[in-house]
């Protein structure tokens, strides 16, 4: 039988260390168990183990989602990109993940600038949640910039071959583009 369990507040007491050990996200203070985390409580009968199971992360994210947000700090090593949308569907959290820019392709074609930069909209893959930060990818073909304006005039960039062109103004800008930039709407 499956019982729905209530969510448990960090501090609160799950059980007495005579019954069970603590788990991932439980510890014990001085006797009793109680939970590290918010989220729900988790009873392994087997090896008499409690523990949380994080309420908010641990759900909403996974490696290999695919997410849409927008550059909100570039520097030369990583850029911090703000998360819009979740395998298609808005997010309305606060999460940033990190978009390594020393992973590119060299030689191989590849913009020769920063393969993003500030405000632009990304596509990106979630490939590792190591330590608590959400590490993105853009090496596939259709991840990369979906959606980018002219650093001169600020009218939106169109594709022209390899590379992002303002007809307005003539600029031409260097990106890694995803196979579908400059189509509108932006698929998230
Ligand atoms: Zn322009």
Redesign the pocket.
Known sequence: MKQKTPTVLPGDKLAVSEEFLPGPHAYDDSGLIRALAVGSVQRDMKNMEISVKPAAKANLLKVGDRIVGQVEVAQSSSAGVKLYYVNGQPTDKDFSGSLSLRSGRPGRGGPRGPPVKLGDIVRCRIFSLLNGIIHLSINEDEMGVVYAL??????P?LRGGNRAK??????VEERKLAADFGRSPIQP
Do not use: A, Q
Not at 150 to 155: D, I, S
């Open positions: 002219c650093g001169n005039c600020g009218k960039l303002c007809d307005e103004c003539g600029n």
